[in-house]
Structures are given as structure tokens and as C-alpha cells.
């Protein structure tokens, strides 16, 4: 089993940055694959970011392709979302998950294990 702990959420202005991080504890961390969703007021949670286990396959949803940043260090137990050019569509309650499975997947319900999740408000 792995406990996750998002950090690094806050309120920024629009064209701003925020680095988010997710703090990993309880099994191997490298053994699992890593993203990042997010869930606004009365929408669905939605897939922002995964990456592989070792860190060498990286993905990203259409809407944040060029602006954020997924990446890990399995030394420290971390995984990251460098978030870039925030818009205000991208408020939201953003969350990190952990994936047994070797295979980079998009849908929540693959996601094992989950962090209580981090507010992300982009507003002038």
C-alpha cells in the first residue's frame, strides 16, 4: 500500500506558475505508475498528467499540453506537476494517484491509490 500527500496548491494570478508535488510513503515508490487529475465545481475529474514508472514516458491531456510539466524523482518518493501559463479553467481540486500497472492509463478507475488532494485557484 502507498500513502499520497499533495502540496504546493495556492492562489495565482492568470499566466502564473505553481509546482505541485506529491509526496509518497509506504511501498516502493518506483513500482508504480503516477498522475495528476483534477476536479472542478460540478464537473467529472479529469486526467492531467501520468508518468511511468522509471519516469522515461510521460502524458499529458490536450488542454495542458506546452503549459504543465509531469516528472518524478523515485529517490525522494516525489512526483511533480510544474504548472505553467495557469488560465482560469484550470481551477480545481487537483489530486495525485498511484497505478500498479505498468501501462500509462487516463481513466481514474485503473488509479489504486489516491491523495486527499490540493486547491488550485487561478483568479485576478
Known amino acids: 500500500q502507498v500513502q499520497l500527500v499533495e502540496s504546493g496548491g495556492g492562489l495565482v494570478q492568470p499566466g502564473g506558475s505553481l509546482r505541485l508535488s506529491c509526496a509518497a510513503s509506504?511501498?516502493?515508490?518506483?513500482?508504480?505508475?503516477m498522475a495528476w487529475f483534477r476536479q472542478a465545481p460540478g464537473k467529472e475529474r479529469e486526467f492531467v498528467a501520468g508518468?511511468?514508472?522509471?519516469?522515461?514516458?510521460?502524458d499529458s491531456a490536450d488542454s495542458v499540453k506546452g503549459r504543465f510539466t509531469i516528472s518524478r524523482d523515485n529517490a525522494k518518493n516525489t512526483v511533480y506537476l510544474q504548472m505553467n501559463s495557469l488560465k482560469p479553467e484550470d481551477t480545481a481540486v487537483y489530486y495525485c494517484?498511484?497505478?500498479?500497472?505498468?501501462?500509462?492509463?487516463?481513466?481514474?478507475?485503473?488509479?489504486?491509490?489516491w491523495g486527499p488532494g490540493t486547491q488550485v485557484t487561478v483568479s485576478s
Open positions: 494517484a498511484a497505478d500498479q500497472s505498468t501501462v500509462l492509463r487516463r481513466i481514474s478507475t485503473f488509479y489504486d491509490y
Open positions: 508518468i511511468s514508472r522509471g519516469g522515461g514516458t510521460t
Open positions: 509506504g511501498r516502493t515508490f518506483s513500482s508504480y505508475t
